[in-house]
């Protein structure tokens, strides 16, 4: 892949990745930037080994008596080609959703049921479980996203055309990180429309009356 | 000059190719007797009842024998691919959806990875884990707890009664120390 990658992600969020404590929004956000991101893939790959080293040097707990035979026994049962569909990572392909996305979305971009939510600016919510949400946006070219601050960190990643804020220009396949700290106003790039996907941890606050009331509207 | 170190084979690759290969039912025991135990005590360290543990842990093994020809050693120490394994399934008892994965990379035109690749991994695995255990216990623990222990930053802080700040740093900490003792031993 030869996209130029400058906004990668944090520790923190590739660690909860690999250690599985995030919430499905994140999840979901992490494993897209990976399918585009060679460098963040080697990381994954190098916390994943903490978790390995850890199992090395983890306790012993005692099996039940059976446990090898049963487990043998469960061996004998498995339909090989019902598991094999089932855990197949899924495959490359040429869209402009990455793979671990498009099962969300039932399909690539022209797939994806858009509501508008006013100013021009689209949002489809994907359906996860856990105290987190995650939505794809569509933000015409040179439009402003509303004024808006987080009550939680907010993860979003750029999947097509780009946009700027306070904290640079976020291209395809960059991720920035916000915290609850701050209020930004992203400016998506004139152009093709820019398409994000974001992991809120809570609820976002808007600055301001009227958008306090899209907010309860748009359920973001 | 060759040390022991360097040419001790890497751990467990010889029993999961022959199981790949020749299903082979004692290097799956022995594969069973190491890694089971310690899969089943990472699962109630995550909160599962011991029982709900021994079912999780016998599906997980038998999740190990029938991937077995996807296990590639030019990614992953055996340890690494079992933990992963064990992680989703506990992600997956949980939720509904399957953990999302990234997808998978396409396959160059070589099929067969070179064998100095493969043991490079290998030795990198086993640095780290050398790393891990050379870390001051304090710092192990919350390594060991931010895996383990499916503890957000705060209730890290209950556990323990440190102020949220100081665990983050320590976390923090204990990675770099981790990560400067890899460069160390690499380079």
């Known amino acids: 892949m030869t996209r130029q990658i400058a906004h990668h992600l944090p520790d923190a969020m590739l660690r909860g990745y690999c250690a599985g404590t995030l919430p499905e929004a994140f999840d979901l956000v992490v494993a897209s930037h990976i399918s ?61 959703l990455p793979a671990p996305l498009r099962s969300y979305v039932g399909g690539d ?41 987080h009550s939680g960190s907010e993860m ?35 152009g093709e429309d820019c398409i994000c996907l974001a992991a809120t941890e809570a609820p976002l606050r808007f600055s301001g009356l009227l958008p306090r009331l899209a907010q309860k509207v748009m359920r973001i | 000059m060759i040390s022991a170190e360097q040419t001790r084979p890497p751990a467990w690759i010889a029993e999961m190719k022959a199981i790949r290969d020749l299903r082979d039912q004692a290097a799956f025991a022995s594969l069973f ?24 842990t016998q599906d997980v093994m038998a999740t190990v024998w029938r991937k077995a020809e996807q296990f590639d050693p030019a990614r992953a120490s055996v340890s690494t691919w079992v933990y992963t394994i064990a992680r989703n399934r506990r992600i997956d008892i949980v939720r509904r959806n399957r953990r999302p994965e990234p997808e998978d990379l396409p396959w160059g035109p070589e099929a067969e990875p070179a064998q100095d690749e493969e043991l490079a991994l290998q030795q990198d695995a086993e640095r780290l884990s050398e790393a891990l255990q050379a870390l001051p216990e304090k710092q192990r623990v919350l ?10 930053h705060s209730q890290i802080a209950e556990e323990t009664g440190l102020p949220l700040g100081t665990i983050k740093s320590r976390i923090r900490l204990a990675l770099d120390r981790l990560r400067h003792e890899m460069r160390e031993e690499t380079g």
């Open chain 1, 36 to 96: 585009l991101c060679d460098e963040c893939r080697a990381r994954m790959h190098a916390f994943d080994a903490v978790g390995g080293a850890l199992l090395d040097q983890a306790d012993e707990a005692e099996l039940s008596e059976d446990s090898l035979a049963a487990t043998f026994r469960l061996i004998e049962g498995i339909d090989v080609e019902k598991a094999k569909a089932e855990e197949t990572p899924p495959p490359a392909t040429s869209g402009v």
């Open chain 1, 109 to 149: 971009l022209d797939a994806v049921s858009w509501k508008r939510v006013g100013g021009g600016v689209s949002q489809a919510i994907l359906p996860v479980e856990g105290d987190a949400s995650v939505r794809l946006l569509r933000i015409p070219g040179g439009v402003e996203v509303p004024d808006h601050s």
């Open chain 1, 156 to 190: 979003t990643l750029v999947l097509a055309g780009a946009f700027s804020d306070a904290a640079g220009r976020f291209g395809p396949g960059d991720v920035e990180m916000a915290d609850d700290d701050v209020t930004h106003t992203p400016i998506a790039e004139p």
């Open chain 2, 33 to 56: 007797e190491y890694f089971a135990p310690r899969v089943k005590a990472y699962l109630i360290k995550s909160g599962s009842a011991p029982d709900m543990a021994e079912e999780v």
């Open chain 2, 143 to 152: 390594v060991e707890r931010a895996y383990f222990g499916e503890l957000t």
